[in-house]
């Protein structure tokens, strides 16, 4: 009897070892197919890099850009623009009716511009103009001139004066205002200046910039010219700018006018102490 009950008591714990082997299996098995799971449905988290030296560098770069300044349009200027309108009837208020005016007008218009009739200045203007005859300026001549320069009215004239005073200075202009003034201020009836008004006129343009100036006038005060032609006045301008003030460059045997050699043979004669 008690043999049975050990034999018994024996299956019993048997049996519970196999029940609790099958329990763990299955807890095991149920474990790994629940991280398997997880494996395949969520996706691994990365590591957040730390920032290195070089990537802190182009964070300071982005964090110093300023947006560039958008200029601002410019204004448009209040000024009115050149008007032909208004320069014609500012040439009427000299011209009247007329298609020119003349010496009477001119003198009225220099007062406005506030310039002398004879000053330099008045030159230039006419050269721009392209004037033909001294003392007198035609309408087509005004309009063409005065739309170069912009000016259609006295207080813009007035505001370009230095601009064409400045031109005497560039040798370029200088020397076709010189080429100008023989034809502008020539009688269209002769073919030559007349000489004082060559005298005149070389004065005017050559007095402040030619130091044997007032000995040229000298001689041609004393010669027996009584004018200067177109060859004669192109090449005194160019003698004042090659030849020294001593004469000691001057070729006699250039092709210089006869006026020219007979002028340096003249100084080179007269007493040291004239």
């Known amino acids: 009897m008690f043999c049975v009950f050990l034999s018994y008591l024996l299956f ?33 988290v990365k590591k957040r890099k730390l920032p290195d030296s070089d990537d802190q560098k182009h964070k300071c770069k982005i964090a110093s850009f300023t947006r560039p300044q958008i200029r601002g349009v410019k204004p448009i200027s209040t000024e009115a623009l050149f008007s032909s309108k ?65 000016c259609d009215c006295t207080d813009r004239l007035r505001s370009k004066l230095d601009y064409l005073r400045s031109e005497l200075n560039d040798p370029v202009a200088f020397r076709s205002i010189y ?41 041609l005060e004393q010669s027996k010219y009584k004018g200067l032609n177109k060859d004669q006045w192109y090449n005194v301008l160019e003698f004042s700018k090659t030849i020294n003030t001593d004469l000691s460059n001057y070729d006699e045997d250039g092709a210089w006018p006869v006026l020219l050699d007979e002028f340096v043979e003249w100084q080179k004669t007269r007493p040291a102490s004239s």
């Open 12 to 44: 019993l714990l048997l049996l519970l070892q196999h029940l609790l082997d099958l329990n763990g299996q299955d807890s095991q098995n149920f474990a790994a197919q629940l991280v398997k799971s997880n494996k395949s449905s969520i996706m691994p």
């Open 86 to 150: 208004r320069c014609l009837a500012w040439f009427h208020n000299y011209a009247g009716p007329d298609k020119v005016f003349g010496p009477e007008a001119m003198e009225r218009f220099c007062e406005d511009i506030g310039v002398e009739p004879e000053n330099i200045i008045m030159l230039v203007l006419a050269w721009h103009l392209e004037a033909a005859n001294m003392g007198y300026f035609t309408k087509d001549e005004w309009l063409r001139g005065m739309t170069i320069l912009q």
């Open 179 to 219: 080429r100008y003034a023989f034809d502008f201020s020539r009688d269209k009836n002769q073919r030559s200046l007349d000489m004082d008004t060559a005298k005149s006129m070389l004065a005017l343009l050559l007095e402040r910039r030619w130091p044997l100036f007032p000995i040229f006038q000298q001689f």
